[in-house]
C-alpha cells in the first residue's frame, strides 16, 4: 500500500515545499519529504540536494538536516549509501555531532549482521548511556522498511525492559518501547508482545502498562 501510495504523496510535498513561502514551512515541507521518499526519481532528487548539486530556492539546510538526510538515504538502501555516510561523517564539524553520527550509521548498515551485532552492544548498560542517540539508532533499525528484519530484535528489548528500568532515566523505559515498536505492523510482532506478556503474569504492573501503550496500535491490527 505504500508503494502504491508513494508516487503522488511525493508530488504533494514536491508541490507543497515549491509554494511555502518561508525558509521555515519550506525545511518542514522538505524533512517531510525525506522522511516517506521511496521511488527512485524522488531519492535520485534528495541525493543530488544533499551532495550540492542542486538547490531548492529558499530553503536553507543546517548540517543538521544534512545529517539526517544522509541517513534517511542510507536506510532505504540508497546506491552508494555507504559512501554517502562516509562523506557525511567527513564533513560534521561539530565533534558532539560526529560522534552521534558514528553510534547511529552502525544500525543503518545494510548488513543485517551487523546490524544485529548493534542491537547486541545495547544489552551493555554503557552502550545505553547516551539514550539520545539510542533512540535515534533504534528508530533507524526498526524503521518500517527494515521491520521484517528488525522482528527479531523485539523480543530481546522486552526482556531488557526490567533492567533499562533500572538503569535508565525515567522515561526512557517508555521511550525504549515507544521507539522499538513504532516501525512494526505485523501479526508476527504483535504475537510476539502478547507472548511476552502471557507469559509473565507477575510482570511489573508499570511496565506491563508501558508495553500495552506503546504496543496499541499494533495490538489493534
Same mark, same amino acid.
Given at each position: ?12 510535498? $514536491?508541490? =507543497? ?11 518542514? /515541507? ?19 540536494? /544533499? ?8 530553503? +536553507? ?13 542510507? @536506510? $532505504?538502501?540508497?546506491?552508494? /549509501?555507504? $559512501? ?5 561523517? =567527513? ?6 555531532? %560526529? ?6 550509521? @552502525? ?6 549482521? @551487523? ?9 551493555? @548498560? ?7 542517540? +539510542?533512540?535515534?539508532? %533504534? ?8 521491520? &521484517? ?5 523485539? $523480543? ?11 538503569? =535508565? ?6 521511550? /525504549? ?23 509473565? &503474569? ?20
Amino acid at each position: 500500500e505504500r508503494e502504491a501510495r508513494v508516487g503522488a504523496l511525493e508530488a504533494m510535498l $514536491r508541490a =507543497g515545499l515549491d509554494k511555502a513561502g518561508t525558509p521555515g514551512r519550506k525545511n518542514a /515541507w522538505f524533512r517531510t519529504l525525506a522522511r516517506v521518499a521511496l521511488t527512485p526519481p524522488t531519492l535520485a532528487w534528495l541525493e543530488r540536494v /544533499w551532495a550540492g548539486e542542486e538547490t531548492v530556492p529558499g530553503l +536553507v539546510l543546517s548540517e543538521p538536516d544534512y545529517i539526517t538526510l544522509s541517513l534517511e538515504l542510507a @536506510v $532505504r538502501g540508497t546506491d552508494g /549509501w555507504r $559512501r554517502i555516510l562516509d562523506e557525511q561523517e =567527513g564533513r560534521i564539524e561539530n565533534p558532539d555531532r %560526529l560522534a552521534r553520527f558514528r553510534f547511529v550509521r @552502525v544500525a543503518l548498515d545494510a548488513d543485517p549482521s @551487523v546490524r544485529a551485532a548493534f542491537f547486541a552492544r545495547l544489552a551493555k @548498560v554503557e552502550e545505553r548511556r547516551r539514550e539520545p542517540w +539510542v533512540l535515534e539508532a %533504534l528508530s533507524y533499525l526498526h524503521h518500517p522498511l527494515r521491520a &521484517p528484519a528488525s522482528a527479531a530484535f523485539v $523480543r530481546p528489548s522486552l526482556e531488557m525492559l526490567e533492567e533499562i528500568r533500572r538503569t =535508565g532515566d525515567i522515561f526512557f523505559p517508555k521511550r /525504549w518501547m515507544d521507539t522499538t515498536l513504532a516501525g512494526h505492523q505485523s501479526p508476527e510482532v504483535a504475537r510476539t508482545v502478547r507472548a511476552f506478556l502471557a507469559s509473565r &503474569p507477575d510482570y511489573p504492573v508499570r511496565l506491563r502498562q508501558i508495553v500495552l501503550q506503546a504496543a496499541d496500535e499494533l495490538l489493534r491490527r
